[in-house]
């Protein structure tokens, strides 16, 4: 499975920015999906995962109520809407794919994409 995450850019806190990742094969319906991100100096932090049927989804505490995870599967493609942008929120962001049922943290994750910064000014 190869991951490719677009749509990440500078806003002004109180913004909003869509995040996508489009997924190469035909099985990431079999696969949850989750965002993580990596701010200068910091851990990887999981922010949002969704399981392979879009049933179940996860949030970490600093941005529930702010961000919403979902996914086509009929795209191959997850998405992340971002509301309500602090400056906190900003980092690099990564999709991810995994064929456990869900994903509780970076440890063993089977796909990485490729990051796309997303910068919040003050």
């Known amino acids: 499975v190869q991951l490719q995450a677009y749509g990440g850019g500078l806003v002004q806190a109180g913004g909003s920015l869509r995040l996508s990742c489009a997924a190469s094969?035909?099985?990431?319906?079999?696969?949850?999906m989750g965002w993580f991100r990596q701010a200068p100096g910091k851990e990887r932090e999981l922010v949002a995962a969704?399981?392979?049927?879009?049933?179940?989804?996860y949030y970490a505490d600093s941005v529930k109520g702010r961000f919403t995870i979902s996914r086509d599967n009929a795209k191959n493609t997850v998405y992340l809407q971002m509301n309500t942008l602090k400056p906190e929120d900003t980092a690099v962001y990564y999709c991810?794919?995994?064929?456990?049922?869900?994903?509780?943290?970076?440890?063993?994750?089977?796909?990485w994409g490729k990051g796309t910064q997303v910068t919040v000014s003050s």
């Open positions: 094969g035909r099985t990431f319906g079999r696969y949850a």
């Open positions: 991810s794919a995994d064929r456990r049922p869900y994903i509780s943290g970076a440890t063993g994750i089977d796909y």
């Open positions: 969704i399981s392979y049927s879009g049933g179940s989804t």
